[in-house]
């Protein structure tokens, strides 16, 4: 089985704050989802990253490859309430299998 | 587009009794997936369809568990009987050709 490690597990942080959290395996990844889920809703689609060392940015999210494909980070500047949520990352099989293993994710909360 | 769509949104049944859960894709995609999140295990792929065809089942729990694609808009996720370790929310997704993965909202399954 190919596990993903995320950390932390949880994080509690108050509003303008900077964090990062972060997703490791012990295998390489083809590429790797991040999603954020709100409570009572499904998984939303963030980025999906393929190239190792990659970098992507959305808003005030910036997410990280790392150079041998076997871990990823996403760091938030100036946390807002309504960043709160579940961070999942996840990896693709690969080739024609499409089936996504998650990550047990990090479950962060924004404090006002 | 509205989306995956699933019902229902929540469930409760007592032990033993058979419960369907219902999942029309987006219009296009050709794959399909039921996943089921539970605080203890994360996001768990059941089983994943690929142009209405099983391609992997081997998350499926049990016996008890069954799933049908009978065509490209519909699926079902079927519990016969259920027990009270099933309760967990149920996710349908589909994906065009890996791109693109959409979940619907769940169904949050109570088993007293």
Known sequence: TQLLEQ???????????????????????????????????????????????EVKKLKRLTFQFGDARKDSSLHITAAQ??????????????????????????LLTVNP | ?????????????EMGQEVTLRCKPISGHNSLFWYRQTMMRGLELLIYFNNNV?????????DRFSAKM???????????????????????????AGVGYTFGSGTRLTVV
């Open chain 1, 7 to 53: 950390s932390p597990q949880f994080l509690s942080i108050q509003e303008g704050e900077n964090l990062t959290v972060y997703c490791n395996s012990s295998s390489v990844f083809s590429s790797l989802q991040w999603y954020r889920q709100e409570p009572g809703e499904g998984p939303v689609l963030l980025v999906t990253v393929v190239t190792g060392g």
């Open chain 2, 54 to 62: 099983p391609i992997d089942d081997s998350g499926m729990p049990e």
């Open chain 2, 70 to 96: 009978p065509n490209a808009s519909f699926s079902t996720l079927k519990i016969q009987p259920s027990e009270p370790r099933d309760s967990a929310v149920y996710f349908c997704a589909s994906t065009q």
């Open chain 1, 81 to 106: 309430p309504g960043d709160t949520g579940l961070y999942l990352c996840s990896r693709n099989s690969g080739g024609s299998n499409y089936k996504l293993t998650f990550g047990k994710g990090t």
């Open chain 2, 1 to 13: 587009d509205a989306g995956v769509i699933q019902s229902p949104r929540h469930e409760v049944t």
